[in-house]
Structure formats: structure tokens, C-alpha cells
T-cell receptor, first 113, second 114 residues
Framework: GESVGLHLPTLSVQEGDNSIINCAYS??????FIWYKQESGKGPQFIID?????DKRQGQRVTVLLNKTVKHLSLQIAATQPGDSAVYFC????????????FGTGTRLKVLA | SAVISQKPSRDICQRGTSLTIQCQVD?????MFWYRQQPGQSLTLIAT?????????ESGFVIDKFPISRPNLTFSTLTVSNMSPEDSSIYLC???????????FGPGTRLTVL
């Protein structure tokens, strides 16, 4: 079946360093992807999105890279801050249903002071 | 972005009882979605709630267990019926962001079933 998975369940990064969170997706027909940040006790918060006609998209301190050849998505956070500590999910818009998303398992980012 | 609120924010319930979770959005939306997030896990779509029609359930979820109401374009409820400890999860509602593909989420309802 369709699945979106992450390679690392926990990532520890020194404050000020760059973070890279990876995600693999299985459906080559998917054309839209979102990264969400979920802090403890809160709902997922939209960070950045990318469509399949792009390889890279940049936001404020965040960059999403999409490699359709290997069905891989990554989120890069520059100059990681303590406030970046959270669980990060990638979500793949399923081509089989309007607004149906498949979420990855999540990566917990821990920022070390 | 839409402002989404959920009630209750958390609850502790006894097995065999039911809990109704409310989701309120500050703008009219055609579709609302209900997700479950089990402890330490990712989000799984339960159903899509459309105003004026019955909800569409995903595989593994049934109406008898998770009845949904959608009385208007800004409100929906999800009931978790005949609860067991396995229903302990965070339940989240979400809505599409305008005419984009993006979805925004509510703060979630943390349910613990004893």
C-alpha cells in the first residue's frame, strides 16, 4: 500500500547547526508534499510545501528538497534554534483522493544547547 | 490561515463510554477531516466530513464506532463510541486552506481511556 516513512526517528543537533530531516515516499504519482512541525501538546503546524514540478523550495530558515527519482524528500533547517525542537512529519498528498494525505512516522528533533 | 478550535482539549474517560469532540473553524469550509494520532505515532485519517452528506470513512474506521456530524460549514463533531483503552489517542480535525492543497490542523483533543 501507500506509505511515507522517515529514516531517523530521533535527530539531535547542536544549537546553531543545520538540521536535515529525511522522508521517503512510495507513490511516484504524488504531486504535492508538506512538512509539518508538531510541538508537544499541539496540533501539526504547516512549515513548507512543495509541488512535484519543483526540486527545491525555500522559506525562512527552512528548505525543502524533492528528489523524484528516488522518491525522497528532505527538510533542512538552518541555524537550528531551541524553538525548533519538535516532531516533524512529512505528508504526501495521495493521488487517489482529494485532500487525502499520507503522513510519515515522524522525526523528533532535539536541539542541544 | 484558518483558526481552528477543538473541545475538549483533553479528557479521561472510562471504557464503554462515549465522547464527542467538537471542531469549530472561523471560516466556511466545504470539507473537514478527522485524524487520529496514537501515542508516539503519526497521523491517520479517520474520515472526511462533508456538509450536507454522510462522512466518508477510511479503511479500518466505521460509522458505528466514529459517528460524525457536520451540521454547517464551520462545525463538525466526532464521537468515539464504546471506548476502550486502545482508543487513547490525540484526535485532530483539519481543514483545507482556501483553494490550495494545504491543510491546517486544530490543536487536537487528547483522549485517555481507562
Amino acid at each position: 500500500g501507500e506509505s511515507v516513512g522517515l529514516h531517523l526517528p530521533t535527530l539531535s543537533v547542536q544549537e546553531g547547526d543545520n538540521s536535515i530531516i529525511n522522508c521517503a515516499y512510495s507513490n511516484s504519482a504524488s504531486d504535492y508534499f508538506i512538512w509539518y512541525k508538531q510541538e508537544s501538546g499541539k496540533g501539526p503546524q504547516f512549515i513548507i510545501d512543495i509541488r512535484s514540478n519543483m526540486d527545491k523550495r525555500q522559506g525562512q530558515r527552512v528548505t525543502v528538497l524533492l528528489n523524484k527519482t528516488v522518491k525522497h524528500l528532505s527538510l533542512q533547517i538552518a541555524a537550528t534554534q531551541p524553538g525548533d525542537s519538535a516532531v516533524y512529519f512529512c505528508a504526501e498528498k495521495s493521488p487517489s483522493g482529494t485532500y487525502k494525505y499520507i503522513f510519515g512516522t515522524g522525526t523528533r528533533l532535539k536541539v542541544l544547547a | 490561515s484558518a483558526v481552528i478550535s477543538q473541545k475538549p482539549s483533553r479528557d479521561i474517560c472510562q471504557r464503554g463510554t462515549s465522547l464527542t469532540i467538537q471542531c469549530q473553524v472561523d471560516s466556511q469550509v466545504t470539507m473537514m477531516f478527522w485524524y487520529r494520532q496514537q501515542p508516539g505515532q503519526s497521523l491517520t485519517l479517520i474520515a472526511t466530513a462533508n456538509q450536507g452528506s454522510e462522512a466518508t470513512y477510511e479503511s479500518g474506521f466505521v460509522i458505528d464506532k466514529f459517528p460524525i456530524s457536520r451540521p454547517n460549514l464551520t462545525f463538525s463533531t466526532l464521537t468515539v463510541s464504546n471506548m476502550s483503552p486502545e482508543d487513547s489517542s490525540i484526535y485532530l480535525c483539519s481543514v483545507p486552506a482556501g483553494f490550495t492543497d494545504t491543510q491546517y490542523f486544530g490543536p487536537g483533543t487528547r483522549l485517555t481511556v481507562l
